[in-house]
């Protein structure tokens, strides 16, 4: 056993005092037991993760991370603060910060071919917040999507553009082909002459079409925002669309859907000018946020790397096994949109469930058999609390490694418990067997980590 005298303690730097401190309470920790409360939380997050690992999940809005990503989120990054720019921080302490966050952009700007990354947004809203703030005042006129159309909450009267006080124009939108009306989206672009015309969806089935307007952007003199929220991985991938080559000078985003990285945001650009950059960077801080969860930041960074490894199989397989699963739920009655247009070039597809019971009743159903889903408002919904749809993502399931043929058998599992209206104990008991096989991650650094490992810090 290793003795330190007490004259030899005080004679180290004051570092060694820290190691001593650190380690007299790590023995306390260990000795202390935990109270009610600590366990129970404990408990139920780690039962959260045991449902997961025996789910079929299929939020389209979520995703798992690669094991190194998980070391950034648990470095001391966590605790750390870092106001500012990159070189231009508030506080000090932040070297190793500020050459992570450099690199970080770096590759950004590689991944997304754009000369403006800003990686401190610490949320897809929170980057809209930043963009609108850069773009916009009070007052103000801009275009989206309509919500009942699959346009993001943020986009609302009383989301993040109310809240700025800015007025909206929606775009007409086609039902059948589940995208925006183009000759009249270019009439209101051309006659309204919006100061920022925003694309991007939470339901988003097909690519905007940016590159059908861009002449009307130009005319009337308007910017064009990309909310990529949901289909960044994609672009990453080279898949879907490639916004800033069609003519948007701004994607906003979160980085934890089909960009299976923390869930966290960012900013992209090919700024008209050095105004623009600058109003970019000051709507994100002061504008939005103070520190930018530096361990999420880090987390990011390691994500933007392993899409330059694996993005473009990975957004490939994603597309695939939307496409695959669309045409298996269809060959078994179910009404999928779209089905004309080839139901899907994202990740997400929309089933109107509105005869089997309504979005709400079914995704509580499939939720019994650890089939994770949400309702969704489809095109001529009034109701978001009982709405006729489903949105179904393949992204997480494509990151655990599977395929096409996977996407007939979860088809199937639908049809049994939405159609013949099997006993749910027998279909869950099924997914669970099924869901066995595909527990580990592929795509990243460290393939085959288990994707809802739970790791435990103290026993």
């Known amino acids: 056993m290793l003795t330190v005298r007490k ?42 993760n045991s449902y997961f690992e025996d789910s079929i999940p299929l939020i389209a809005s979520e995703n798992v991370i690669s094991p190194l990503q998980r070391e950034m989120l648990n470095s001391d990054f966590n605790g750390r603060y870092a106001e500012g720019w990159v070189g231009h921080r508030y506080y000090q302490g932040n070297r190793y910060v500020d050459e992570v966050e450099s690199r970080g952009m770096e590759l950004a700007r590689k991944l997304f071919g754009c000369s403006f990354a800003d990686l401190r947004p610490i949320s897809g809203t929170v980057a809209n917040m930043a963009v ?21 909450i943020s986009t609302a009267k009383f989301g993040a553009v109310g809240m700025r006080g800015v007025s909206t124009i929606n775009y007409p939108f086609d039902t059948e082909k589940m995208n925006l009306d183009i000759d009249g989206t270019r009439r209101i672009i051309l006659e309204k002459k919006p100061k920022v015309a925003l694309f991007g969806m939470s339901l988003f089935l097909f690519p905007a079409p940016l590159r059908e307007l861009r002449d009307a952007f130009e005319e009337a003199g308007t910017t064009v925002w990309y909310d990529g929220a949901h289909v960044l991985g994609l672009i990453a991938g080279g898949k879907f669309q490639d916004p800033l080559r069609e003519g948007a000078h701004i994607i906003s985003a979160s980085t934890h859907k089909t960009f299976p990285g923390p869930n966290h945001g960012m900013i992209l650009s090919n700024p008209r000018d050095e105004e623009m950059e600058k109003a970019l960077k000051r ?134 418990l939405l159609v013949r209206r099997e006993r749910p104990s027998d279909v869950r008991k099924d997914v669970v067997s099924f869901k066995k096989q595909f527990r580990k991650l592929k795509y990243c650094y460290g393939e085959g980590y288990p994707a809802y490992k739970y790791e435990k810090f103290m026993s």
Request: proline share 3%; with cysteine; aromatic share 6%.
């Open 7 to 48: 004259s030899e303690v005080a004679n180290q730097h004051p570092i060694h005092e820290n190691v001593k401190s650190a380690i007299i309470n790590c023995s306390v920790t260990k000795m202390t037991g935990l109270s009610r409360n600590a366990k129970f939380i404990r408990e139920r997050v780690r039962s959260h």
């Open 132 to 152: 609108l703030f850069a773009l916009t005042s009070p007052g103000d006129v801009i275009s989206t999507p309509a919500l009942a159309d699959g346009a993001h």
């Open 283 to 416: 709507g994100v801080f002061p504008g939005v946020t103070s520190s930018h969860h530096l361990h999420e930041m880090a987390a990011l960074c390691i994500a933007l790397d392993e899409m330059q490894k694996f993005g473009r199989k990975y957004a490939s397989q994603i597309v695939k096994n939307s496409k695959a699963l669309a045409q298996s739920l269809y060959d078994r009655g179910f009404s999928v949109l779209a089905a004309d247009y080839g139901f899907t070039e994202s990740h997400t597809l929309a089933v109107n469930v509105q005869r089997l019971g309504g979005g709400s009743s079914c995704a509580e159903s499939l939720e019994s058999v650890n089939i994770v889903v949400n309702k969704n408002m489809l095109p001529g919904d009034e109701s978001s609390v009982h709405p006729s749809g489903l949105r179904l993502g393949t992204q997480e399931i494509t990151h655990l490694g599977m395929k096409e043929n996977e996407m007939d058998e979860i088809a199937s599992f639908f049809e049994r």
